[in-house]
């Protein structure tokens, strides 16, 4: 008596919370692909402060400051490019997870909805 009774209720509660795990592993998911995308950002940021850097070091003369500034024009395209892209990367992500979210939302809803 007693064991199907905590088969039962061991049964209800996995139903209830199967939702909260969904989500949570949507969740985490989701936080694991912002991070990466991140990371890869700043080290694409720091590359190239730190190429900046370098280039700066190497101006010794009026010729070699001529030919910095002529490539600050390349890097700034360069950074708005990868502002660009870094942008509809985390657009797309958070598409994503809105997406997946709405639908877990809507399985969720039609299981609770009487027929």
Do not use: C, H, W
């Not at 936080?31 to 900046?52: H, I, K, M, P, W």
């Not at 985390?90 to 039609?110: C, D, I, M, P, Y």
Request: avoid cysteine.
């Amino acid at each position: 008596m007693y064991t199907e009774m905590f088969k039962s209720f061991s049964e209800q509660t996995e139903k209830t919370l199967a939702p909260y795990v969904k989500f949570n592993k949507l969740f985490t998911k989701n936080v694991e692909e912002l991070t990466e995308l991140q990371l890869a950002a700043v080290r694409a940021y720091s590359d190239l402060g730190l190429s900046q850097l370098k280039a700066i070091s190497e101006i010794k003369d009026l010729q070699s400051l001529t030919s910095f500034q002529g490539q600050q024009l390349e890097n700034l395209t360069k950074l708005s490019q990868q502002l660009v892209e870094d942008s509809n990367k985390f657009s797309a992500l958070a598409q994503g997870f809105k997406a997946e979210v709405e639908e877990l939302v809507a399985e969720n809803v039609k299981q609770v909805t009487p027929a």
